[in-house]
């Protein structure tokens, strides 16, 4: 199977999720002359190993496409130094500030190309539901590509309000948004359950589409974050005489740091990872005691990008651990499908333990870091980059290393938690993001700032027996 069909493909007709047959190798004069390039260059370098059918002037195409003045740094992912030896790797400088940019800028065009590779003359239907910062990533990336339309649903009342305005804001002709009564997993449920209606994926193979997914299951979703942990672990190494780099990733569906391992599966000088969760930490459990229990009660809290409790990307790491026994890992994915728990043993446990570490903290200690971090290094972190952070702080005692705290989104993005951790006032919405903007004097950016004077053109509530008739309607 080659990356172009598995693109366009997304998920194995098995349900199975795709990985790449081999890790390519980066050789040594890779480790000399990538850290000198531009972000672009690296992603071309990086990206031409996983995606090999890819000629190199599409794939010029396709990235140089993806990262210019869209982002508003030129670094793209901005490395900001803390101290002697800790780090922030800031990845929400593209256009709707959060860090799932880095890859939606690119994923569209890569499956625009992917359907040209493979000699497809359909259109793609990209289904979304989201819990926030998916659908605007993925409503952007998509804005305006040929051949492709988008429906994003997101939970009525279950976003932040700079996330809604974000969402329902967004012009194209080619994108639709709705509010679905019902919490995210509803969203998620009904959505998921569009790929397997016969009815609807016959219509819409009448209509001269087809339906893919704009989540981290999709390969070309994933491959685009390699690079930054591809870029930044050899630059911050060379920094420091060639030492492995820990990086701290707050840490969702697992796709952030799954991409950081298989950046150091390719030979990049990455140390440990830290795995940091909210009190959603069933991670920090299946890390700590190889037990993956979801039975528990769900939180909702001040980051709610890491409210999940199945994390459908940590089967790509179980794959690499077993030695690629694709029955082991069945056997494990049905276990949490039917009982909600599995535990792994021997080699799979050792494995974890010699790559991750893992962190969890509640609300009020992730208010606390937000509050000390800015009050030592005058930095502004989002709730979901402090959990990273406290992890990173507490891991950076017990090691020499460079130690790289992964920033995964713009404060503003988050506002009423950032405002309320810095002062204990609440205040909602715009007025925070004011509020907080007087109070640090760190600008908005432009984009967060402009919406409250955009008109909202998507109204929709509806109810999840209407998903299917919103999507057609988009055919
Ligand atoms: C999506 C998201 C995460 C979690 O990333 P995963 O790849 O799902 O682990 C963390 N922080 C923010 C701000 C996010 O939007």
Redesign the pocket.
Same mark, same amino acid.
């Given at each position: 199977m080659t990356s172009a069909q598995c693109i366009v493909k997304g998920l194995a007709s098995d349900g199975g999720l795709y990985v790449p047959e081999s890790f390519p190798e980066l050789s040594d004069e890779d480790k000399r002359t990538i850290p000198a390039l531009s972000y672009r260059g690296a992603a071309k370098a990086v990206l031409k190993r996983f995606l090999s059918d890819f000629d190199d002037e599409t794939l010029k195409e396709c990235v140089d496409g993806a990262y210019s003045d869209n982002f508003d740094s030129d670094e793209v992912a901005k490395l900001v130094p803390v101290s002697d030896r800790e780090y922030m790797l800031e990845l929400?400088h593209g256009p709707t500030c959060?860090?799932?940019d880095m890859a939606l800028q690119l994923t569209p065009l890569l499956m625009v190309q992917s359907m040209r590779l493979t000699g497809s003359d359909q259109k793609t239907l990209v289904l979304t539901a989201t819990?926030?910062? #998916?659908g605007k990533?993925a409503l952007e990336g998509f804005c305006g590509v040929e051949g492709t339309s988008v429906a994003v649903f997101y939970p009525h009342g279950g976003v932040s309000e700079i996330q809604r305005a974000q969402m329902v804001t967004q012009r194209g002709g080619n994108a639709a948004v709705a509010a679905i009564r019902g919490n995210f997993d509803d969203a998620q449920r009904a959505v998921k359950a569009l790929f397997s209606d016969d009815g609807f994926i016959r219509t819409a193979r009448e209509k001269g589409y087809c339906v893919s997914s704009a989540n981290?299951i999709n390969f070309g979703r994933l491959a685009p974050?390699v690079v930054y942990y591809v870029l930044t672990s050899l630059r911050v190494s060379a920094r420091h005489g060639g030492s492995p780099v820990d990086f701290a990733?707050? #840490?969702? +569906?697992?796709? +952030?740091?799954?991409?950081a391992y298989y950046a150091k599966r390719m030979g990049a000088p990455v140390g440990t990872l830290v795995c940091a969760s909210n009190s959603n930490d069933v991670l920090r459990q299946f890390i700590d005691t190889g037990v993956y229990d979801r039975r528990r009660e769900f939180y909702k809290t001040v980051?709610p990008?890491?409210d999940?409790l199945v994390?459908s990307?940590l089967e790509r790491l179980l794959f690499e651990l077993c030695r690629r026994d694709s029955e082991y890992v069945k056997e494990k994915m049905s276990q949490l499908a039917s009982d909600g728990v599995y535990r792994v043993e021997g080699e799979v446990k050792e494995g974890i333990e010699r790559d991750f570490s893992s962190f969890s903290c509640d609300d009020q200690t992730t208010l606390q870091e937000i509050l000390r971090v800015y009050n030592e290094h005058r930095l502004l972190i989002?709730?979901? #980059?402090a959990v990273?952070s406290a992890a990173a702080r507490r891991h950076a005692a017990s090691t020499d290393r460079p130690v790289v705290t992964?920033s995964?989104?713009n404060p503003y993005?988050?506002a009423d938690s950032v405002y309320f951790a810095l002062t204990g006032r609440k205040l909602c919405g715009f007025d925070s993001m004011d509020a907080l903007e007087t109070l640090t004097s760190v600008a908005v950016p432009d984009s967060l700032r402009r919406l409250r004077e955009l008109p909202e053109l998507h109204k929709d509530v509806i109810d999840k027996s209407e998903i299917r008739r919103f999507a057609e309607s988009l055919l």
């Amino acid at each position: 199977m080659t990356s172009a069909q598995c693109i366009v493909k997304g998920l194995a007709s098995d349900g199975g999720l795709y990985v790449p047959e081999s890790f390519p190798e980066l050789s040594d004069e890779d480790k000399r002359t990538i850290p000198a390039l531009s972000y672009r260059g690296a992603a071309k370098a990086v990206l031409k190993r996983f995606l090999s059918d890819f000629d190199d002037e599409t794939l010029k195409e396709c990235v140089d496409g993806a990262y210019s003045d869209n982002f508003d740094s030129d670094e793209v992912a901005k490395l900001v130094p803390v101290s002697d030896r800790e780090y922030m790797l800031e990845l929400w400088h593209g256009p709707t500030c959060a860090f799932k940019d880095m890859a939606l800028q690119l994923t569209p065009l890569l499956m625009v190309q992917s359907m040209r590779l493979t000699g497809s003359d359909q259109k793609t239907l990209v289904l979304t539901a989201t819990s926030g910062d #998916t659908g605007k990533a993925a409503l952007e990336g998509f804005c305006g590509v040929e051949g492709t339309s988008v429906a994003v649903f997101y939970p009525h009342g279950g976003v932040s309000e700079i996330q809604r305005a974000q969402m329902v804001t967004q012009r194209g002709g080619n994108a639709a948004v709705a509010a679905i009564r019902g919490n995210f997993d509803d969203a998620q449920r009904a959505v998921k359950a569009l790929f397997s209606d016969d009815g609807f994926i016959r219509t819409a193979r009448e209509k001269g589409y087809c339906v893919s997914s704009a989540n981290s299951i999709n390969f070309g979703r994933l491959a685009p974050q390699v690079v930054y942990y591809v870029l930044t672990s050899l630059r911050v190494s060379a920094r420091h005489g060639g030492s492995p780099v820990d990086f701290a990733v707050p #840490t969702g +569906n697992f796709g +952030n740091i799954l991409a950081a391992y298989y950046a150091k599966r390719m030979g990049a000088p990455v140390g440990t990872l830290v795995c940091a969760s909210n009190s959603n930490d069933v991670l920090r459990q299946f890390i700590d005691t190889g037990v993956y229990d979801r039975r528990r009660e769900f939180y909702k809290t001040v980051s709610p990008s890491m409210d999940i409790l199945v994390s459908s990307n940590l089967e790509r790491l179980l794959f690499e651990l077993c030695r690629r026994d694709s029955e082991y890992v069945k056997e494990k994915m049905s276990q949490l499908a039917s009982d909600g728990v599995y535990r792994v043993e021997g080699e799979v446990k050792e494995g974890i333990e010699r790559d991750f570490s893992s962190f969890s903290c509640d609300d009020q200690t992730t208010l606390q870091e937000i509050l000390r971090v800015y009050n030592e290094h005058r930095l502004l972190i989002d709730p979901h #980059t402090a959990v990273a952070s406290a992890a990173a702080r507490r891991h950076a005692a017990s090691t020499d290393r460079p130690v790289v705290t992964v920033s995964t989104a713009n404060p503003y993005k988050f506002a009423d938690s950032v405002y309320f951790a810095l002062t204990g006032r609440k205040l909602c919405g715009f007025d925070s993001m004011d509020a907080l903007e007087t109070l640090t004097s760190v600008a908005v950016p432009d984009s967060l700032r402009r919406l409250r004077e955009l008109p909202e053109l998507h109204k929709d509530v509806i109810d999840k027996s209407e998903i299917r008739r919103f999507a057609e309607s988009l055919l």
